[in-house]
């Protein structure tokens, strides 16, 4: 059956890309990479486009990849990174301290007795030291508050928080990330874990932002919207449909101009 | 028989496990006592002694601890410990690990129904949230188990309707464990029959829906007769709404004011209840309750991942129903409050995690490592017992050896010397000085074990009268040979009497001004004052002073 040019747009057009765009430019996040660097940003608009179009239609996996590798590398120029094995001052103290807070372990067999370093192994060995570290890094980014909510209730000292993304997008990121099949999405799975342990190693001290991790929201966030969408499209009344979206619309509105309001008064 | 032998093993390493972590030390471990599980022992001892609590008041519906309320059941069941070994710290933690131990074999019931692997229940037994809110002595332990149980018995009812009138007994009774459920459970019973309204309001089970409501009315009858009273609501001051109102304030001059009100509430509720299921919060963050820990270990990330995927692509299955259900309702009160995470408040979110985290370690156990069977079961089992161990050495290090050390004076350290120092020196008078300490007349009360009728007749008598009402709390008491207030020091250094207080309380220079002489000092593990005694000297202080105060005179006041 022949379609019409209206449901032509609507399927395969601009429109079908229309919470793609939402989402991609609808956001605090965006806009400010922009103004830190057009390069960086311009890598991001890009890594997020192909990343859905993988999503989607499983295409576009090289380019993606290729953006992908730059969007990484901005992440790893852009970042102040520290040994893993490095401790500030502070934490030089306090590992001090709870070397000596350890009580001596031992094991007795018999009249022999076997001395267990446990004050070493949990404090100071390199292994360890590694592990902490790479709990901090990832304390810091995988926190939904820290993109959707400026961090509250956790605001960090000496960091201005904002809200990455307008939290109505919360409930669609977590739809459209759990709804994700890994299986036939494996590239979105690949890469996704591949930024969380770059992360994991380099942090994302020193002013950078964990801008990788952008494409992933930003692509969960519309696969949710689209679903949300497939679930109000089967609704028989036409009216409904359309106030339900212009509703969306509306606290979206309301909602980027609440956080921007936060943001810069 | 394999299979029959496996499961005697699997509960007796749950039993022993449950044991070590639940009681080990229970009386040493926090060694100090923490001002909530003085409340709780003293008011206990109290009824027991005099069927009074502190204030007199003869079996309160609601305990009024230093002028907010808590529900009664932890301290009623707690006076049964205290006539078996006395009035210690062993008692008043005793019903706390005994109902997290118990907690256990409910986690364990849940997922054997669940039809899932049962190793959820032998790592949820070690989880350090768990194990530290069911090692001190106050009601959330108690509360958790009633509620577990309660929600066990809910899912068994839509098996079998009949489950149900236990199911909302128990629930009922959790009520008058913790405050949280007192929220949680209404709005669980009614999402419940909404959610399985299917399965609830038919035919067969309407009766059993019927009786279960009217059960839950009749067992909720105190709280209805507190309803209208301030008792009822006593933590409203815990409510979020100075954050609310801070960032309405920056939107006024955008929206109208209603309007700003409403955003801000939506983004400061969705924040905190966020936080409740943040990957950064649960498993990466150290320090909230417990020192270099987070609540959940950190490799339990991966399974409460793979737990939420698994729910979601069976999510119109009931257990993905039931537990997205738990998980919708027991951040709320939380949520509503101020505090970024409270541990304590919302406990009940425990189930649901674990819930997910059992689901996530089943999916986990059923993945192939390898393709002969044998060396899969081999290598996961490895894997089981290697994941437990380094869980127990994170814990230890925490618990056994960081929190009794890091966390000692905010815990309450050092009273028990207190008490000892006053009862040796009974001829004495003593001020303690509260200006920073945490109420510290339930801890002397406590271990001093001051007789409950003495120290209600020393209490303003218009508390009893209203007691239900609210009436602001009166930290300074009067007690034995003890006053709880702030030095006064125009008059105390003219009575011969022992000043006691923190380290910022008395100064050397103050002391030598006044002539005091140091008789006390009390540190905690790292070497930090915690309290320090002074005994005044009036006749010196009167002699060497050039312009004699009026408390010098007449010298009988010495």
Redesign the interface.
């Given at each position: 059956m022949p379609m019409n040019f209206k449901s032509q747009i609507f399927k395969r057009g601009l429109f079908s890309y229309a919470p793609f765009l939402l989402v991609l430019f609808g956001n605090l996040w965006i806009w400010r990479i922009f103004s830190t660097n057009i390069l960086i940003g311009l890598t991001t608009v890009f890594s997020s486009l192909f990343l859905y179009q993988s999503v989607r239609s499983n295409k576009s996996k090289k380019l993606l990849v290729f953006f992908f590798l730059i969007l990484l590398f901005f992440q790893y120029k852009n970042t102040r990174i520290l040994p893993l094995t490095y401790l500030n001052e502070q934490e030089k103290v306090l590992q001090l301290?709870?070397l000596n807070?350890?009580?001596p372990v031992k094991l007795s067999l018999g009249s022999k007795s076997i001395w267990i370093p446990?004050a070493y192994w949990?404090e100071k060995r390199a292994e360890i030291l590694i592990f902490y570290r790479m709990?901090?890094n990832?304390?810091?980014?995988?926190?939904?508050?820290?993109y959707?909510?400026a961090n509250?209730?956790?605001e960090r000292v000496g960091i201005k928080e904002y809200e990455k993304f307008p939290?109505i997008l919360?409930p669609f990121f977590v739809v459209g990330l759990?709804?994700l099949n890994f299986r036939r999405n494996i590239t979105f799975g690949i890469l996704l874990f591949a930024t969380i342990f770059l992360l994991a190693i380099i942090g994302s001290d020193g002013g950078a932002e964990p801008i990788s991790i952008f494409p992933f929201i930003a692509i969960a966030s519309v696969r949710g919207l689209e679903y949300v969408w497939g679930r109000i499209s089967k609704l028989k009344s036409q009216n409904l449909r359309i106030t339900t979206v212009s509703i969306f619309i509306l606290i979206y509105l309301?909602?980027i101009?609440?956080t921007a309001?936060?943001n810069f008064? | 028989m394999k299979k029959y032998i496996f499961k005697v093993l699997f509960l007796l390493l749950l039993t022993l496990v449950g044991l070590i972590f639940y009681f080990y030390k229970l009386d040493s471990l926090p060694k100090s006592l923490f001002v909530d599980e003085a409340l709780h022992g003293y008011s206990a001892y109290s009824i027991l002694e005099t069927g009074k609590d502190e204030y007199g008041k003869a079996f309160p519906m609601v305990f009024r601890l230093y002028g907010s309320y808590n529900e009664p059941l932890y301290i009623y069941l707690t006076t049964l410990p205290i006539k078996l070994w006395g009035l210690d710290i062993f008692s008043v933690r005793f019903m706390a690990a005994l109902f997290g131990f118990a907690n256990v074999f409910v986690i364990y019931l849940f997922l054997k129904k669940f039809q899932i692997s049962t190793f959820g229940s032998l790592f949820f037994s070690i989880t350090p949230w768990v194990v530290f809110q069911s090692r001190i002595g106050y009601e959330v332990s108690l509360a958790l188990f009633l509620f577990s149980l309660g929600c066990f018995l809910l899912w068994q009812s839509l098996s079998n309707g009949k489950w149900l009138i236990a199911a909302f007994l128990v629930l009922s009774l959790s009520t008058y464990a913790a405050y949280a459920e007192r929220f949680i459970v209404p709005l669980l019973i009614i999402l419940f029959i909404l959610f399985f309204k299917n399965i609830m309001v038919v035919k067969s089970n309407i009766k059993y829906l019927k009786l279960s409501l009217a059960g839950l009315f009749i067992t909720q009858i105190p709280h209805i007769l507190l309803f209208t009273t301030p008792a009822f609501f006593p933590k409203s001051g815990e409510i979020a709404s100075l954050a609310i109102q801070l960032?309405a304030a920056?939107?006024a001059g955008?929206?109208p004011k209603p309007?700003a009100i409403a955003?801000?509430f939506i983004?400061?509720f969705?924040?905190?209840f966020?936080?409740y299921?943040?990957?950064?919060?649960l498993f990466?963050?150290?320090d909230i309750h417990l020192p270099?820990i987070p609540p959940f270990y950190?490799w339990m990330?991966v399974a409460y991942l793979f737990g939420?995927?698994v729910l979601?692509k069976d999510k119109t299955k009931n257990r993905s129903k039931f537990i997205m259900l738990l998980a919708l309702v027991t951040p709320i009160p939380a949520a509503l409050t101020k505090d970024?995470?409270s541990a304590h408040r919302a406990l009940p979110i425990v189930l649901p995690l674990t819930l997910i985290i059992s689901v996530g370690i089943d999916r986990l156990l059923k993945l192939r490592l390898l393709k002969k069977t044998n060396w899969d079961l081999i290598v996961k089992s490895a894997l089981v017992i290697l994941t437990f161990l380094v869980s127990v050495?994170f814990f230890w290090?925490s618990y056994f050896?960081?929190f009794p050390?890091?966390k000692a004076k905010e815990r309450g350290f050092g009273y028990d010397r207190l008490a000892e120092f006053i009862k040796t020196n009974a001829s004495d008078h003593f001020v303690i000085d509260q200006a920073r300490l945490q109420i510290p007349y339930i801890e002397l009360a406590f271990f001093l074990q001051v007789p409950p009728s003495q120290f209600q007749s020393s209490i303003d008598q218009n508390i009893k009268e209203h007691y239900y009402e609210g009436l602001p709390f009166n930290p300074n008491f009067i007690f034995a040979n003890i006053e709880t207030r702030q030095i006064d020091w125009e008059s105390d250094i003219y009575r011969n009497q022992i000043l006691v207080g923190d380290s910022l309380a008395i100064s050397s220079e103050q002391a030598k001004e006044h002539f005091l002489t140091k008789v006390l000092e009390i540190k905690d593990p790292?070497g930090e004052i915690l309290f320090q005694g002074y005994k005044t000297d009036p006749v010196q202080k009167c002699q060497n002073t050039r312009n004699k105060s009026a408390f010098c005179m007449p010298a009988s006041t010495f």
């Open positions: 301290r709870r807070e350890h009580p446990t949990l709990q901090k990832l304390k810091e980014v995988l926190s939904p508050n820290l959707f909510f509250h209730p956790n939290y919360l759990l709804g309301l909602i101009v609440q309001y936060y008064s | 960032q920056k939107l955008v929206f309007l955003l801000s983004r400061e969705l924040s905190q966020t936080n299921f943040s990957p950064a919060t990466l963050a150290n270099a950190q990330i939420l995927f979601w970024p995470f050495a290090r050896v960081f050390q890091e790292l």
